[in-house]
DNA sequence: AGATGAGCGGTTTTT
DNA sequence: CCGCTCATCT
């Protein structure tokens, strides 16, 4: 039923019609302009289903609001009915409510969700940080430092552009290397210190200083912005100009924020700015599932907010829909020894205690890559899981090789979170650096990417001829090569090369200016196929290896994102590409097991999880032991991977692991010290057996092979003591069915490990 | 200008 | 172990 509703009524002003009904609405008048507020059903049905907790943070306010939400405390549904209750009870319009999440996945759930309850809400400003920054930034480009058409560099670009730097200061960059510059001057940035405010020290924070100040110089010439900026822009102009942030901060009535914990300064700050007005702001934050810090993320803004606004109504949603009770008392057993947190208890009323943890030893990766898979595939065939109901996650994305190879050695199908992956390709990166050139002709880091890119004799020497040639004249180097292309041996600059390097520039130069020309009647897709043509990239890539036929399928792939962009312009698919999070690109309806990062894995679930490489070095990583504040990150993000299972928990370590190159014995994490026994299937430390040859033909989880296998079920399990006639009393280290037997593998008091089949063995099992 | 090979350094996590 | 930078050669 989609009835009169005020938020259908509303969808079909634009802004400006809007706006001016607000000041009518707002005169004394019998002239009802709105309806009353509209009752989709009643608040009643919104309240339906949610505990106290949740309801008391529904309606809570006006004022500020703070949720503290466990995980799987029911926080999306909490957001979602408070947008719905703002908008169908309170007659908020869309058009002046704000929510900000920290994933473009997060945001669509969340617009889809609110739908579900009120039917299509236009005019809600939803989404990211970053892209609400970017919105906001473009609409006001004309007080900033830019044009609005700017693009957005990746870290990859932002490194490069720090490299050159570095370069042009002649710094010596194994003392200075690019990267760890780049993350002073990021840092700096998200606690919105300026170039000119950065704080010295050192001799090496002068450097830093200095290259900054040009970082920042470089990216305007380029009329580009890192990710940083989008925040840090955004921040200062909403504290700087009174206009600006009053027209935001009167806008916006309601602001809703996800994932509060992550916040960093200036996100912080952008915040209180557009709250300033209304001062009704909601925000729902779980400190213990804070594992930004790295990036400039502030759990203790928890704590500032409490602080700045004294009156703030606090919430606590503790009760857990999501895991058994097992899992939430072993993610309590991790969390606890944590200093500086208000314990938490976590509980579930529905799902029941649940089958044990089960821990693992496998002897290095690679058995652990086995284990894991051939686990999975036994769920699929005997116990009927979907495949797509299992994730498997790690510290580090060096660790899904491993795992991967195991999928693929048994031929079976997996998907890897991961937009890097994609974006970072260096095919992808040459044809969106294509495109961006051709929308912002500035850029110049693009520029450089594709100006020889495939080979056009255009070197070192030519590009540092243009480079000076650009700033002698005062001209953009795209200028000259433009000017170059119209006047041909007649331009003015044609002189500043030698003649084989002006035909080079020339021929170039033509090229851009036909996609320049191009660009204002096509679509990116049909852009993207010009350039491809032009350029002919795809014999460039063509090298006779697969490789290049991988890379070529690659750029299909990209053609394919850039298809569905036909109805909006370069200028947006540019900002999406720039924006993807690795959780964006989750595909949900692929039936198969994922493969993620454990950060990655925040604010998902899975019926089955594996966390892998559970060693002291990797969780927690070697790099946080010496500063108690980072090993308390790797704790959360542990916590945070044992409460994405649902039903079934699996922690996995290797005593082995590769690194560098070669393989060093480990130790378990310290972390699994604090799971209580009872919680922990087994003894504790059993070590997985040898894989099976081949669980392809058993364990294939396409629906023929799976239905079709000969199953049996193993008798034996991991930790049972048994008899053999001959070789005497031993435990159970592992089982698995391989050609329809069930083998054993038996460590004997006297004789060692011994792989039995249990069929011909004559065990005696000797206790539970 | 561009292709090839030795040597090196590096690994956390990502909008 | 792998990918990248730099030097040397064609």
Not at 99 to 127: C, D, P, Q, S
Not at 551 to 570: I, S
Not at 737 to 743: K, L, M, S
């Amino acid at each position: 039923m989609q009835g009169y509703s005020r938020s259908n009524w509303l969808s079909n002003l634009d802004t400006e019609e809007i706006q001016s009904l607000q000041i009518n609405a707002s005169l004394p008048s019998s002239l009802t302009i709105f309806p009353p507020p509209i009752t989709i059903g009643d608040v009643m049905d919104l309240l339906a289903g949610l505990n106290p907790q949740q309801q008391q943070a529904l309606t809570a306010g006006p004022g500020p609001v703070l949720v503290l939400a466990g995980p799987g405390s029911g926080k999306t549904r909490v957001l979602t009915h408070r947008i719905a209750y703002l908008v169908s009870q309170l007659g908020v319009r869309p058009y002046n409510i704000l929510a900000v999440t920290f994933t473009n996945k997060a945001a669509r759930e969340m617009e889809a969700r609110v739908e579900g309850l009120i039917g299509e809400v236009r005019g809600l400003m939803l989404g990211t940080f970053h892209s609400t920054c970017a919105r906001i930034l473009r609409r006001e480009a004309q007080h900033l430092p830019f044009e609005s058409n700017f693009v957005i560099f990746d870290s990859d670009d932002q490194v490069t552009l720090v490299r050159q730097i570095c370069k042009e200061l002649n710094l010596d960059d194994k003392t200075y290397r690019p990267h760890s510059i780049h993350n002073r001057i990021s840092g700096a940035k998200n606690e919105l210190i300026l170039p000119e405010d950065f704080p010295i020290l050192t001799y090496r924070d002068e450097i830093i200083q200095r290259v900054y100040q040009r970082y920042q110089a470089l990216l305007l010439n380029s009329n580009a912005l890192d990710f940083d900026d989008l925040l840090l822009y955004t921040a200062n102009l909403l504290d700087a100009n009174i206009e600006v942030r009053q027209t935001y901060a009167r806008r916006f009535e309601q602001i809703l924020v996800d994932e509060f914990q992550d916040t960093n300064m200036a996100q912080y700050r952008l915040l209180m700015h557009l709250a300033s007005f209304h001062k009704n702001i909601f925000v729902v934050g779980d400190v213990d599932q804070s594992i930004y810090r790295w990036r400039g993320a502030d759990y203790r803004n928890v704590l500032r907010f409490e602080n700045d606004y004294p009156d703030s109504v606090v919430i606590l949603l503790e009760q857990n829909y999501r895991s058994t009770q097992n899992i939430l008392d072993a993610a309590m057993a991790v969390i606890e020894p944590n200093p500086n947190r208000t314990h938490k208890n976590l509980f579930t009323e529905q799902r029941g205690t649940g089958n044990k943890i089960v821990l693992t030893e496998c002897f290095d990766g690679r058995e652990e890559g086995k284990f894991i898979v051939e686990k999975i595939a036994l769920s699929v065939a005997q116990e009927g899981r979907e495949p797509g109901e299992f994730a498997v996650m790690y510290r580090t994305n060096a660790q899904s090789r491993l795992i991967e190879e195991a999928f693929i050695m048994n031929n079976l199908p997996y998907k890897l979170v991961g937009a890097q992956r994609f974006y970072g390709r260096r095919e992808i990166k040459d044809v969106v650096a294509y495109l961006r050139l051709v929308h912002n002709p500035l850029d110049e880091v693009s520029l450089l990417r594709v100006i020889n890119t495939p080979r056009r004799k255009i070197g070192g020497k030519t590009l540092a001829d243009l480079h000076r040639r650009a700033t002698q004249t005062g001209q953009a180097q795209t200028d000259i090569l433009l000017d170059l292309a119209q006047h041909d041996a007649e331009s003015a600059h044609t002189h500043a090369f030698t003649p084989a390097a002006g035909r080079s520039l020339t021929a170039f130069g033509a090229l851009l200016a036909g996609w320049l020309d191009a660009a204002q009647d096509l679509s990116p897709m049909e852009l993207m196929d010009l350039i491809l043509e032009d350029i002919q990239y795809q014999d460039y890539l063509d090298d006779g290896t697969d490789e290049g036929v991988d890379r070529w399928e690659n750029v299909l792939e990209l053609r394919r994102v850039a298809a569905e962009y036909e109805q909006r312009d370069l200028g947006e698919f540019l900002e999406q590409l720039a924006l993807v999070s690795d959780q964006d690109t989750i595909d949900e309806t692929e039936n198969v097991p994922t493969l993620l990062t454990l950060h990655a894995a925040k604010g998902l679930e899975f019926p089955v999880v594996f966390i892998a490489g559970l060693e002291d070095g990797t969780l927690p990583h070697q790099r946080s032991f010496d500063e108690p504040e980072s090993m308390a990150e790797e704790r959360r993000l542990f916590y945070v991977g044992i409460t994405r299972a649902k039903d079934q928990l699996y922690l996995v370590h290797a005593e082995n692991r590769m690194t560098y190159g070669y393989s060093e014995p480990t130790e378990p994490s310290r972390f699994l010290d604090d799971i209580p026994a009872e919680l922990i299937d087994g003894l504790g430390h059993v070590r997985a057996g040898r894989p099976s040859r081949s669980v392809r033909q058993q364990y294939s989880w396409d629906a023929a092979a799976s239905s079709s296998a000969a199953i049996i079920q193993p008798q034996y399990k991991a930790g049972m003591n048994v008899r053999h006639p001959s070789w005497g009393e031993g435990m159970v280290l592992n089982t698995h069915i391989d050609g329809g037997d069930e083998i054993v593998d038996i460590f004997f008091q006297d004789i060692g490990l011994k792989k039995v089949v249990a069929a011909l063995a004559h065990l005696e099992i000797m206790d539970g």
